[in-house]
């Protein structure tokens, strides 16, 4: 997840399936907790702690994830690049309102 | 195992701050079960020291490395052939690792990037809880298998105190009362004459009282 933000995204969503229906039993509680955790680490270090979240939908729900992407991209948007391409660019040669996801 | 927590992040970066180039060393051994320590721990606190010293704009280079263990001499050599090459070591094996580190590199500072812990078990996945002290005179065998020196928060070796109550100990509403539980296992075990046998006192010669310990072992030599 932080390799995301080195690699140059603005935001990071994750996706899981839904909570009780998970092949691995409790994995998708176990990512929750570690999206949680790489949350705390990016408002720790100034990056922002909403670049990321975990979302839960299952295979068969197309327009959902669509739903999801485009309203996470909006926030994103809104939130604007984040400080680590900000700092490997000047601020004026960023486009405005393209963004990383 | 030997247990431990990661140290806030603004501390390793507050150590880190006179260093552009730093090698971070993690430990296969027990801070890798802990996950604390471990590659994947390694590669999570690599990126985020990245992250925060680019947002700053200080880049700073990352050698990431894990060894076998860093409490033996022959993985810790591993290193030398590029230690010199970095300005600092941080490292997040347990403190004894990272001392170990440090004798054998005088030319390079060591950092430490967790605080070392207890020597424990695991509970549940993500719980570690103490279980001894390495007091060096060992009477579990008198004791049903649960250690009054670490499992009572007073070491006492008579019996339960006043701050017993209904099998919890007064330090804390989730701390059971040792004694409670060395009495709860003895009677289970039928071996209730053993608590008349422990020793009249505690020797403690033989833990930390002497300064650091050492062991000797003439047919290993």
């Given at each position: 997840m932080l390799k995301a933000f080195e690699n140059g995204a603005d935001g990071v969503m994750v996706m899981g399936c839904l909570e009780g229906n998970c092949h691995f039993v409790n994995g998708n509680f176990r990512a929750r907790a570690r999206v949680a955790r790489v949350s705390r680490i990016l408002e720790t270090i100034g990056i922002g702690a909403e670049r990321i979240r975990m979302f839960n939908l299952s295979a068969g729900e197309g327009a959902r994830f669509a739903a999801f992407v485009s309203e996470f991209t909006d926030e994103i948007r809104n939130l604007g690049p984040s400080p680590i391409n900000v700092a490997r660019q000047e601020p004026a040669k960023i486009p405005t309102g393209e963004i990383n996801v | 195992m030997i247990t431990g927590t990661p140290k806030p992040i603004e501390e390793i970066l507050q150590m880190l701050e006179p260093y552009d180039t730093i090698i971070l060393a993690g430990c296969y051994g027990c801070v890798t079960v802990c996950r604390v320590g471990g590659e994947k721990e390694v590669e999570i606190l690599a990126s985020t020291i990245r992250l925060a010293r680019e947002a700053s704009g200080k880049k700073i280079?990352?050698?990431?490395?894990?060894l076998e263990r860093q409490c033996d001499p022959e993985y810790i050599e591993t290193m030398r052939p590029y230690v010199e090459d970095y300005q600092a070591v941080l490292s997040i094996a347990c403190g004894a690792g990272i001392q170990f580190l440090a004798e054998k590199y005088m030319l390079t500072p060591l950092l430490p990037g967790i605080n070392t812990g207890f020597l424990g078990v695991t509970e549940r996945q993500g719980e570690w809880a103490e279980r001894c002290q390495g007091c060096g005179d060992c009477v579990l065998h008198l004791t049903g298998g649960i250690c009054p020196v670490t499992r009572c928060a007073k070491s006492l070796f008579h019996g339960?105190?006043?701050?017993?109550?209904?099998?919890?100990?007064e330090v804390g509403k989730d701390v059971p009362c040792g004694w409670q539980l060395i009495v709860d296992r003895l009677k289970s075990l039928n071996q209730m004459d053993n608590y008349t046998k422990l020793k009249p006192y505690k020797g403690w010669n033989t833990s930390r009282d002497?300064?650091?310990?050492r062991i000797?072992?003439?047919d290993m030599i």
């Open positions: - | 280079t990352i050698k990431e490395v894990c339960p105190c006043g701050g017993s109550s209904k099998g919890i100990c002497g300064g650091p310990r000797f072992r003439e």
